[in-house]
């Protein structure tokens, strides 16, 4: 019986899956070059510099894997809540946030986002994180400049604030640092995203909307 060929994963991806682990178990600092190359059984010394430029790129590809869906995502789902109705949209804009991100919980990545998560807010070093969270940033102005169309009187600092606590709040309950009410997967899915949008929703309610 022909025994059957066993096909490697591309470099890049054996280097992202060595990172993510490794970056998971140590923290970036120390995840080193060589643990990572060792642990995806890559010879060549400039190989992470050769594909990714660094370290710091390296991880923010780790980051971009695990989060960029859900980033696309939500834009995607942004652009058709702008076609709701005025009434509607604030649900559709919450909505567009929060849904990505249960749905990563809920899908195969999530125990790799979740390990990928605790690192990057427990690291007190935190030496890539302009790198790995300026796209996060980036969608988050997009879901402000939304919002803005809607309460137009609010300064957008306080917008801001209010898309920041949106984001806060999924990373706790997705890191389960949240006790009742996010109730962090013991509902299904579709439960668990509404119980969330409700209260980033009524987080905004108060507002004064355009007149």
Known sequence: ?????????????????AAEALFAERGFDQASVR??????????????????GGKEELFAA???RLLGPVQAERLSRLDA????????????????????LVALHYG????????????????????ADRVA??????????F????????PAVDDADLRWGVAAAAA???????????????RGRLPQSAESAHLRQYIVNSFTALPRRS
């Open 1 to 17: 019986m022909a025994r059957k060929h066993v096909v490697s994963p591309p470099t890049p991806v054996r280097l992202m899956d």
């Open 108 to 127: 195969p990545e999530a125990e790799a986002a979740q390990r990928f998560l605790a690192w990057l807010m427990a690291d007190p070093a935190r030496h």
């Open 62 to 64: 780790v980051g971009a």
């Open 133 to 142: 969270l300026q796209p996060v940033a980036d969608v988050n102005e997009r």
């Open 169 to 183: 709040l999924l990373i706790g309950w997705q890191l389960g640092l949240l006790d009742a009410p996010c109730t």
């Open 35 to 52: 643990d990572i190359l060792d642990r995806a059984h890559v010879a060549n010394a400039s190989a992470i510099n050769y594909y990714f």
């Open 144 to 151: 402000v400049e939304a919002l803005r169309l809607l309460y």
């Open 81 to 100: 809540a702008a076609l709701l109705t005025e009434s509607q949209r604030l649900e559709g804009i919450v909505a567009a946030y929060v849904d990505p």
